[in-house]
């Protein structure tokens, strides 16, 4: 699961793209690169993130980055599948 892309079902951040970036039992931590970073992401129970597994990332030995996360984001929104 860590490094593809996942929408929040449910919350108040309800409908933003995050990248997972890591797993722990039934939670998983996600960031945008933006507000939520790599540095302090934020933790989600996977039952309200839904998987958008068209984009993965590939984890580097150095960890995520936020400019990656940040492009990759962009870039699925272009395509147009989400508002942004």
Do not use: C, W
Not at 5 to 17: F, N, R, V, W
Not at 59 to 70: C, N, T, V
């Amino acid at each position: 699961m860590v490094g593809i892309l996942a929408m929040s079902k449910a919350g108040h951040d309800k409908g933003t793209i995050y990248v997972i970036i890591r797993e722990e039992g039934e939670y998983v931590y996600v960031a945008d690169g933006r507000i939520r970073t790599v540095e302090a992401p934020k933790k989600k129970n996977k039952k309200h993130v839904q998987n958008i597994k068209k984009k993965q990332l590939t984890e580097p030995e150095s960890g995520f980055k936020d400019l990656e996360i940040r492009k990759i984001i962009k870039e699925y929104q272009e395509e147009g599948n989400v508002k942004g």
